[in-house]
Structures are given as structure tokens and as C-alpha cells.
DNA sequence: AATAAGGCCAACCGCCTCACT
DNA sequence: CAGTGAGGCGGTTGGCCTTAT
């Protein structure tokens, strides 16, 4: 049987909110709160349906609904966590305070989702991405070079490659490491450089809640912590990782997830070529871009 | 100046999940 | 355990606005 909508009763207001409506439910919520949406609109008088008045308070009226145009670090951080999560609007605007998973999803539509197609429209086949002019001057010539078949693993390990597709431009690997020793996991995290990568090389090191970015260089670059996860595992025999290495408006962003304990770290080289996994003492993998 | 096309965004719709009975 | 309802989520729509022709 399928459910009659919200609105079925008849006389219920649809469409575009009146300045009067919205001051109703506004003074409503601030004196009473919203216990009950659907009870909500009889007891304010509105003659909107429960879910509108949701809709409106959380979209629009909530004082902490933050107005405007994204910034771009707020649009980097939507089309990061869309290559990393996909289509979870509200996940995704739980990471920018004060929007909505409406405005984020209307943004993405509107705008992000043609950039991100753009910028893989000129690098299809992951060779030819497109530096904007004053960052080519600064970056090794290398930039963006596909990676070679092979690549150096350490002498205990073996690691898958595949295409990972998220978005292009973009180097995507998977990393099945297989290590003989038992590994505590007690965190899985996000880290994401806020910063765009400018030649210098940098030393990343992650650990469970307690991160940090070291430099290896003159310029800092700022770690941040986003999902902690805090359950705890065991994995013995296979670990798995995932990296992924993106463009985004000229700037190289990267995302690491990770199933780790504190000994993981990322070795970006001062020329892009290679990139170091350590894990523990023990694994060590090197590829080549 | 008129019209068409496209962009933008608020709002709606339907489905899903979860708490409650 | 099944049924029900409320809230939440993601997809879609419709209308206004801007830009192009």
C-alpha cells in the first residue's frame, strides 16, 4: 500500500513560504521548539504541512543557516568529500557548518559537478593534466605524468594497482598489503592537506586522534582530522589502504583513508615521483607517478 | 526589445530508517 | 515480531532570474 503524502489534507498550502509564514513558524519554534513537526503546524496556525515547515525551519530559518555563496575552501572540501563519500548530501554538510545538504546538493549539481567534469574532459586518460599557469612555473615538469607499469614494492609485500573511479583528474590507488604481523587498528580517518602541494616535500604522519604535519621544507601544510571512527579491529594477514590523489582547481589535494595505528606515514617527494608508504617498521612501498 | 536557453535554488515527492507500541 | 508513524534523506521539479541570440 503506498503511503498517502504528508499533505493530503485538504486546504494544506504548498509551494513558495510567505515573509508572513516564515514569521509565524520562526516565533513558533523560538517560543515552543519543534517537538512535533507534524503536530507543529496546527498549534502555530500555519496551514502547511509538518514536513514543509521541517523543510522550511532547517533550509531557511534555523539561525544557523549560514547565507551566501561557498567559499572556496567550502567547495573543495563538497567535491573532496563527494570523491569520497558520493551522494551523502547531509554527511557532506555536516562538514560545512551552517549549510544545509540542500544548499550542498544544489551547489554540486550547479556547479561542482561541471568543474570536476571539466577537469576530467582534459585529462581522460590521466596524462594531460591542466596546471593553471602560475602554479606550472613553480612545479616540476613531471607534474601529472601517468605512472609507469611497474613500480618498487618492499621485498616482504605484494600491492594490487587498479583504477579507482572516482574523478579524474586524479591518481587512485588501492593498496592490499599483506604483512605477517597481527596490526591494532584502533582508528580509521580521513586526512586531508588543506594546502596545495608546491614542491617541497613533506612528511605526513598519522596516528589514532593525535595527528600532526611535519615539513620537510620551508612551507607548513595544515593536517586535518575529519571522521574519527572510533571502533577497534584486529587485522591479521591483509590491510588494506586507499589513496587517493586529486586536482582540484589547480591545487593538488590528496586523501588518504586509512586503516592505521600511529606508524603510518606518506613521503611526498620534492618532485612528485614517488610517494613512500611506511607501515610499522616492517612495509614499505614505493610507486612512481 | 523580445524571446529562448540555461542557471540557480527553494520546495516537493517518495522512499528509507528507526523508534514505539 | 509486525505494524505504524515521524523524521530524515536524496532525487527531482518548477519557477524566477540572468544571459545569449
Not at 32 to 46: F, T
Not at 101 to 124: G, I, S
Request: hydrophobic letters at 35%; charged letters at 20%; a positive charge.
Amino acid at each position: 500500500m503506498v503511503r498517502a503524502p504528508c499533505c493530503w489534507r485538504k486546504g494544506l498550502k504548498k509551494g513558495p513560504w510567505t515573509a508572513e509564514e516564515d514569521e509565524i513558524l520562526r516565533s513558533f519554534i523560538k517560543k515552543h521548539g519543534h517537538g512535533n513537526w507534524r503536530a507543529l503546524p496546527k498549534h502555530a496556525g500555519l496551514l502547511r504541512c509538518g514536513k514543509s515547515c521541517r523543510l522550511r525551519w532547517t533550509n531557511y530559518l534555523r539561525p544557523d543557516v549560514k547565507r551566501g555563496n561557498f567559499t572556496k575552501e567550502e567547495e573543495e572540501t563538497i567535491i573532496k568529500l563527494h570523491a569520497s563519500l558520493g551522494n551523502k548530501w547531509s554527511l557532506i554538510a555536516s562538514h560545512l557548518p551552517g549549510r544545509t545538504d540542500n544548499e550542498v546538493k544544489n551547489m554540486w549539481h550547479t556547479r561542482l559537478k561541471k568543474r570536476v567534469l571539466n577537469l576530467k574532459e582534459h585529462r581522460p586518460d590521466g596524462s594531460n593534466i591542466s596546471i593553471p599557469s602560475e602554479e606550472q612555473s613553480q612545479e616540476p615538469s613531471n607534474w601529472g605524468s601517468p605512472p609507469p607499469p611497474g613500480f618498487e614494492v618492499g621485498s616482504t609485500n605484494t600491492v594490487q594497482v587498479h583504477d579507482y573511479p572516482i574523478f579524474s583528474p586524479q591518481h587512485a590507488l588501492e593498496f592490499n598489503v599483506e604483512s605477517t604481523s597481527t596490526v591494532q587498528v584502533p582508528d580509521y580517518s580521513i586526512f586531508s592537506p588543506q594546502h596545495s602541494y608546491s614542491g617541497i616535500s613533506r612528511v605526513l604522519t598519522g596516528g589514532a586522534n593525535d595527528y600532526k604535519a611535519e615539513t620537510v621544507g620551508t612551507k607548513s601544510i595544515l593536517l586535518t582530522h575529519w571522521d574519527p571512527f572510533p571502533s577497534s579491529m584486529e587485522v591479521s594477514g591483509q590491510i588494506q589502504f586507499q589513496l587517493i590523489i586529486q586536482w582540484c582547481s589547480g591545487n593538488l589535494l590528496f586523501m588518504v583513508e586509512t586503516y592505521c595505528n600511529s606508524q603510518v606515514k606518506l613521503i611526498l617527494s620534492p618532485k612528485l615521483t614517488m610517494i613512500k608508504w611506511e607501515y610499522g617498521a616492517t612495509t614499505t612501498l614505493i610507486i612512481w607517478f
